[in-house]
């Protein structure tokens, strides 16, 4: 089992920076891919970005390549989401999420990849 706790979402003016902190809980986090995920209001669950679980390979939507970026620390086991230059529509509730196990240099692209699920926390970008 791993639960999945994320943090830092709020309300952002656009071409500002948040950072999200994806907390998890217990021993398996070194073994599991992580993935980010965004909703938005009436629209469908879509792929942000992914780190393998050595943190040797990452990848990211093309919508926010150049903006945001995936990292993690396996030794504090969380996984973080740098995002500048926020835009109006990067706003989005936030998820985090695992695939236990993940190759060492697996990346899921999918949601359907992953085993378990944060609860979300909510990105507002005003114009």
């Known amino acids: 089992q791993v639960q999945l706790v994320e943090s830092g979402g709020g309300l952002v003016q656009a071409g500002g920076s948040l950072r999200l902190s994806c907390a998890a809980s217990?021993?398996?986090?070194?073994?599991?891919?992580m993935g980010w995920f965004r909703q938005a209001t009436g629209k469908e669950r879509e792929f942000v970005a992914a780190?393998?679980?050595?943190?040797?390979?990452?990848t990211c939507a093309e919508s926010v390549k150049g903006r945001f970026t995936i990292s993690r620390d396996n030794a504090k086991n969380t996984v973080y989401l740098q995002m500048n230059s926020l835009k109006p529509e990067d706003t989005a509730v936030y998820y985090c999420?695992?695939?236990?196990?993940?190759?060492?240099?697996?990346?899921?692209?999918?949601?359907?990849?992953?085993?378990?699920w944060g609860q979300g926390t909510q990105v507002t970008v005003s114009s």
């Open positions: 999420a695992a695939a236990v196990p993940g190759g060492s240099l697996w990346l899921g692209l999918r949601s359907s990849q992953y085993d378990y």
């Open positions: 780190i393998s679980r050595s943190g040797g390979s990452t």
């Open positions: 217990g021993r398996t986090f070194s073994s599991a891919a």
